[in-house]
């Protein structure tokens, strides 16, 4: 017989970006304090949310699926109510509605601290849309209401702050103007508030998230300042951020990285294609020359720096020696980490007027190359670590291994520690014996 006194259950499945998953995050919070408890198996939910990615054609395709395998849920519990969020709910609004009926609420990017309102509706068997934007005439707002810090929870190591959202590039691929609208920054006194927060609550390294993180500015803060500011907090250990766009990076900020001890030598830097036309007809508003002086100087002022980036390949009219030169940046940058991707148009983007002229089978056979080279150039870079001493920041035990606790370097390489001391958010010092498939071995010195 059911336990009438039982919570609810809620379940969040999240999609796409670092931005997505510290917005699912917020919407746990806020499903706690609402009552909650949280489950991973759909059978046993009261509440599903998907959160969505639309910046590729899979993710939201993916999303649709999901929803429809849902609707056998709901036939057996008709009380579950089912929520799309996100990219894809900001995209497509109503016509989710219109097309899943198995959907209750659809919420928009800007709209996640209404969710209460439209848990409320749904309850009463009221289905609701909301997509509004909050107000765009200034851009500085504390998007994030203060009076929510206190309710976000520390779980690990690490915490992601969102310091913007949005971003004013309209890169011709690129949705997110649309799916999170132009520009904001945070202002600069929230942000640190949360961080200080989140650092008495147990964080050790701080992710800082936003579309275009370097080109945050508000109450006369430049991003540099504001960098500098969370790196000097008391009890920080580490401090990452993600994604800066390379028309806002400056050397002055590689000298800040190459020159604070709490901000962690690793960089996500897209270059997106190696072929200057590519590059103009995606208004990515750099060369290939600028973006390989950036990483020049990077390398230069920082020698150990772990570099990661984003790919595409197959863009509109894209030949295959301009893919070439996609490779040449590739193997000059040695990226530790790529993510490349075949294009797909996006709805009410630039690019999408243009014809997707290059075949399937070309996209595929360019990205298999793409994904070769990155093995072998992330073989050779954790080789080249063995007999190193380095510092791991650990962040959870290891899922199929007795014993072991794995962790990140600065440079976020993967390593497993073999002791079963360790215990989530230790900073030490191991020398690495190993290389795995794709990670490394360390053994415990101090």
Excluded at 314 to 340: H, L
Aim: glycine content about 6%; some cysteine; charged content about 25%.
């Amino acid at each position: 017989m059911p336990d009438a006194n039982a919570k609810p259950k809620a379940l969040i499945e999240t999609f796409g970006c670092q931005m997505n998953e510290h917005d699912s995050q917020r919407m746990r919070e806020i499903l706690l304090q609402e009552g909650y408890d949280f489950t991973r198996a759909p059978e046993e939910a009261d509440f599903i949310l998907l959160n969505s990615c639309s910046v590729r054609e899979a993710p939201e395709n993916k999303i649709y699926s999901m929803v429809g395998r849902l609707g056998e849920f709901k036939k057996k519990n008709p009380k579950l109510i089912i929520a799309v969020a996100g990219c894809v709910a900001q995209q497509e609004g109503k016509r989710i509605l219109q097309r899943q009926k198995e959907v209750d609420i659809v919420m928009g990017t800007d709209q996640i601290f209404h969710l209460p309102e439209l848990l409320a509706q749904a309850r009463q068997g009221k289905r609701a849309v909301r997509t509004a934007w909050m107000p765009r005439e200034q851009k500085t707002q504390n998007f994030i209401p203060t009076e929510e810090l206190a309710h976000f929870e520390v779980r690990g190591a690490s915490a992601g702050l969102a310091i913007t959202k949005g971003c004013d590039n309209f890169c011709s691929f690129c949705i997110v103007p649309a799916t999170r609208g132009r520009l904001v920054s945070r202002e600069w006194e929230n942000i640190l508030a949360e961080a200080k927060l989140l650092i008495e609550k147990g964080a050790k390294e701080i992710l800082l998230l936003g579309q275009n993180v370097n080109s945050y500015q508000a109450g006369g803060v430049n991003f540099a300042r504001l960098l500098k500011a969370v790196a000097d907090l008391k009890g920080l250990r580490r401090l990452r951020f993600t994604s800066p766009h390379p028309n806002d990076w400056s050397p002055a900020l590689t000298d800040l990285m190459a020159g604070h001890p709490m901000i962690c030598p690793s960089l996500h830097l897209p270059f997106q294609a190696g072929a200057d036309r590519i590059l103009q007809k995606m208004r990515r508003g750099h060369s290939q020359a600028q973006y390989l002086e950036q990483v020049a100087y990077l390398k230069e002022k920082i020698p150990h720096i772990g570099l990661s980036s984003d790919i595409i390949v197959g863009f509109p009219s894209e030949t295959e020696a301009e893919f070439q030169e996609t490779i040449q940046v590739m193997r000059q940058a040695r990226f530790s980490q790529v993510y490349a991707f075949k294009y797909s148009p996006r709805p009410g983007t630039k690019a999408d007027s243009l014809p997707d002229d290059v075949p399937p089978r070309v996209k595929q056979e360019r990205l298999s190359r793409v994904l070769s080279l990155f093995e072998s150039i992330r073989e050779e870079i954790l080789l080249a670590t063995l007999g190193q001493k380095l510092e791991v920041l650990i962040d959870q035990a290891h899922p199929k291994e007795q014993g072991v606790m794995t962790g990140r370097t600065g440079s976020h390489l993967p390593v497993a520690v073999l002791s079963p001391e360790l215990r989530i958010g230790d900073l030490v010092l191991v020398e690495i014996t190993a290389k795995r498939a794709h990670s490394l071995e360390g053994r415990l010195l101090a």
